[in-house]
């Protein structure tokens, strides 16, 4: 069983899966941040308020190059069916696991038997699958400002926010 962390990571992905993040966008707005005294030249944040209420570790963008799945690392998680509510948290875990060998991205409820993309279920604490995301290391809180859910849209789209303690 890993370790609770007090590290908390905040990742911003695209709601969209097909969307991949704009990196010209991000390094856009990093330079922004560095303009208005939101970020420092070196991608850091510690202390400062203006996006996150207690501040951040750093900022980066990940590009993974594939769909990957963006979860609280902890664990302790649920998922159920959109159907028809069922846990679904031991199934999800095993498709995950066949998903990353070269299966589909796909389970069948043993509820419901509807068959569903992975990405349909709905997994809590919240959870993606994304082919990239704006990566805040180390948040201060679960507080961010409406600037910064306007600022990360010009990177992701329309985005999810996924907070994950780190192992």
């Not at 944040?45 to 190059?65: A, E, N, Q, T």
């Not at 961010?144 to 990360?152: E, G, M, R």
Request: aromatic content about 8%.
């Amino acid at each position: 069983m890993p370790r609770a962390s007090h590290r908390l990571d905040l990742i911003i992905v695209p709601s969209d899966i097909r969307r991949v993040p704009d990196q010209t966008a991000f390094d856009h707005l990093c330079r922004r941040w560095q303009t208005c005294g939101e970020l420092n030249e070196n991608g850091e944040g510690p202390g400062l308020d203006s996006l996150i209420s207690g501040g951040f570790r750093r900022v980066w963008l990940d590009l993974p190059g594939r769909v990957v799945l963006y979860t609280n690392q902890q664990g302790g998680y649920r998922v159920n069916c959109p159907e028809c509510n069922i846990n679904l948290a031991a199934e999800f875990s095993l498709s995950v696991q066949q998903w990353r060998s070269g299966a589909p991205r796909r389970m069948t409820c043993v509820g419901c038997k509807v068959d569903s993309p992975l990405e349909r279920l709905l997994l809590s604490p919240p959870g993606a699958f994304a082919q990239g995301g704006i990566v805040f290391t180390d948040v201060g809180s679960l507080q961010t400002s409406p600037k910064l859910q306007v600022d990360a849209q010009s990177v992701v789209g329309p985005g999810t926010f996924i907070y994950r303690r780190v192992s």
